[in-house]
């Protein structure tokens, strides 16, 4: 099955360009369950439009991430890909919160709430076990897939129950850093930034979620929770970032710092000695 993920161009602002992690995350637990045919479109940093490219490649699903200010050109990047023939699936904040309004349109397929990796895998193996791309999404079975948004064969828009936040972000798949055109993104450190125009940035997730209660800010889809990554898991990502795709460039980690919570409830810090670190993965070792 051949697969795009897409986050819009936005006409709302206006900003230094960095690669998007939640395509890149989608991507890799893609890749994780054996769909490998996975192509991320980040509008804001390529070259050519996602009508352009859509009239160009054919694919069997494509998925838009949308916050609320690009909503609407997500419809519409939902509508080119139907015009293709594609499956369709919306998700992000904006459909978190909203999913009724994207539904009820015709270019939409599906709506994924929360966190999408596992609801997106899940959504791919029913597709596959009735018959691939070829058959009416009315005939999956969609009903027992936590997070989702669809309709039945009547038309009738079916909201799932809410999927659960994984505890362990640690056993969620690494992004596709692989799939990324890193040469279209802005360099985010600011000590080289004019000095070596080459320089790029990748990001690095240490958690997901965020404990406190601004009033102005929307979580949907963590609410006011934090979960974080160990630091060796951390340090294991940022070696592989470096010594498979960036070889000749420096990663730089200042310090590697974890809140866990105690026995009493209280949050405590947790540091991390760089100097004397050894982080293995499956293909070998890292010593930081």
């Known amino acids: 099955m051949k697969i795009l993920l897409v986050s819009p161009r936005s006409t709302v602002w206006s900003s230094r360009r960095h690669i ?3 395509l890149g995350y989608l991507a890799g637990a893609l890749i994780d369950a054996g769909y490998d045919n996975v192509t991320l479109f980040d509008a804001e940093a390529e070259d050519e439009s996602l009508a352009s490219h859509l009239a ?3 694919y069997d699903l494509v998925g838009i991430s949308s916050p609320t200010p690009l909503i609407y050109e997500a419809w519409e990047g939902a509508a080119q890909a139907k015009k293709q023939g594609a499956i369709t699936i919306l ?3 904006h459909l978190t919160l909203m999913p009724e309004e994207s539904m009820q349109r015709p270019e939409v397929d599906l709506v994924v709430r929360g966190e999408a990796e596992d609801t997106l895998v899940q959504i791919l193996q029913e597709i596959e076990r009735h018959g691939g791309c070829n058959l009416q999404l009315e005939t999956c079975n969609l009903q027992p897939i936590r997070g989702l948004s669809w309709k039945d064969a009547s038309g009738r828009i079916i909201h799932n129950p809410a999927r659960p936040l994984r505890k362990d ?3 969620i798949p690494w992004p596709a850093y692989h799939l990324f055109k890193i040469d279209l993104y802005t360099n985010l450190q600011p000590l080289t930034d004019g ?3 080459h320089a790029r940035a990748y990001t690095l997730l240490t958690s997901r979620g965020c404990p406190y209660q601004c009033i ?3 979580k949907p889809i963590t609410g006011n929770t934090w979960r ?3 630091p060796q898991d951390v340090i294991a990502e940022g070696s592989i970032l470096w010594e498979v795709f960036d070889k000749h460039r420096e990663l730089g980690l200042d310090e590697i710092v974890l809140r866990h919570t105690r026995p009493d409830g209280r949050g405590e810090a947790q540091g991390l000695d760089l100097d004397s670190c050894e982080v293995r993965d499956p293909d070998g ?3 930081l």
């Open 195 to 197: 000095l070596d125009r």
């Open 20 to 22: 998007h992690m939640g």
């Open 216 to 218: 102005y800010c929307s």
């Open 285 to 287: 070792h890292f010593d």
């Open 91 to 93: 998700g992000g904040p």
């Open 228 to 230: 974080a990554r160990s």
């Open 56 to 58: 160009r490649e054919r």
């Open 169 to 171: 972000i640690g056993s």
